[in-house]
């Protein structure tokens, strides 16, 4: 009997998965769990297929695997042979959820310990990177203005438009309806004393994005840490009145910083997120 190609059973195996307009944050509640059944963006799913297609050929070439079936024994192999090459954390980890999705599993079905992300190997908008070099922070001071007032991703960037802007009666300013990962939707305060830097946008014609490209040397995730910070600091609570169970502790490199737990929940969901031990990782000074 012939087989389709391993590529092509990766393809239809994660393509049968796909709930495109969906929310992931629903599903997650409805499931009563973190990782619900299925991909909610496409650029998951792009994600997951090169790295499934990766492994699919890899399989094919190590072991003569045909079929996902006889590639799946393989799978801690070809994740150890990653720790080997001295892949981060970051691939690593990623290489398994596209894994733990192709073949419908959690991490727990693979017998393989990854590597933690620590911090301090954490590179991205910490130091000048090759990638600023070439990016004109002149010409393009109005989106970098837009996006630290803001802490948009991305995604968010490219597709945010004039009528989601919104004057509140005390001055403040808000985006409304913004749609972030997994389909989630998030109304988002603008910095104050940033406001202009917004509101400036308001008057654009409607029905089309502010931006017509996010320059991809941009520092976006920098511009998330810049508002996060600032943001943290404005909501935080002096930490002499708090509580113990109000503190969050830092560990490993972070040992003896403490931050007010209530503002970190508050930045994390603005950021889109809903832990705050990603906000203290990867975002707080």
């Known amino acids: 009997m012939k087989h389709k190609s391993m590529v092509r059973q990766v393809q239809e195996a994660l393509q049968s998965q796909l709930r495109i307009g969906e929310s992931r944050h629903d599903a997650k509640q409805a499931e009563n769990t973190r990782t619900p059944i299925g991909i909610f963006s496409y650029r998951t799913f792009e994600t997951y297929l090169k790295q499934g297609c990766a492994f699919a ?105 004039p009528e989601q802007i919104r004057m509140n009666p005390d001055g403040s300013a808000a985006l409304c309806g913004v749609t972030g990962k997994g389909g989630k939707v998030r109304d988002i305060a603008v910095l104050p004393g940033k406001e202009e830097a917004v509101l400036k946008f308001a008057g654009n014609p409607t029905g089309k994005p502010i931006f017509t490209s ?40 972070r040992r003896g910083m403490v931050y007010d737990r209530r503002a970190m929940l508050q930045v994390s969901r603005q950021l889109g997120h809903n832990r705050i031990s990603v906000i203290a990782g990867h975002y707080l000074d």
């Open 57 to 161: 050929k890899w399989a094919k070439t190590e072991y003569g695997s045909r079929t996902l079936a006889q590639a799946q024994p393989h799978v801690e192999s070809y994740l150890q042979s990653g720790i080997d090459r001295g892949l981060s954390a970051y691939t690593l980890s990623t290489q398994r959820a596209a894994l733990c999705k192709l073949y419908g599993c959690t991490a727990r079905d693979f017998d393989i310990t990854l590597p933690h992300r620590e911090r301090q190997a954490i590179e991205r908008s910490r130091n000048t990177a090759s990638r600023d070099y070439g990016f004109s922070k002149e010409k393009n001071a109005d989106i970098l203005a837009f996006a630290r007032a803001t802490g948009l991703r991305r995604h968010e960037l490219a597709a945010i438009r």
């Open 214 to 253: 996010v320059p991809s040397h941009m520092d976006v995730h920098g511009c998330r840490r810049a508002y996060a910070n600032v943001l943290y600091r404005q909501l935080a609570r002096s930490l002499h009145t708090l509580a113990r169970q109000e503190k969050y502790y830092c560990k490993k490199d």
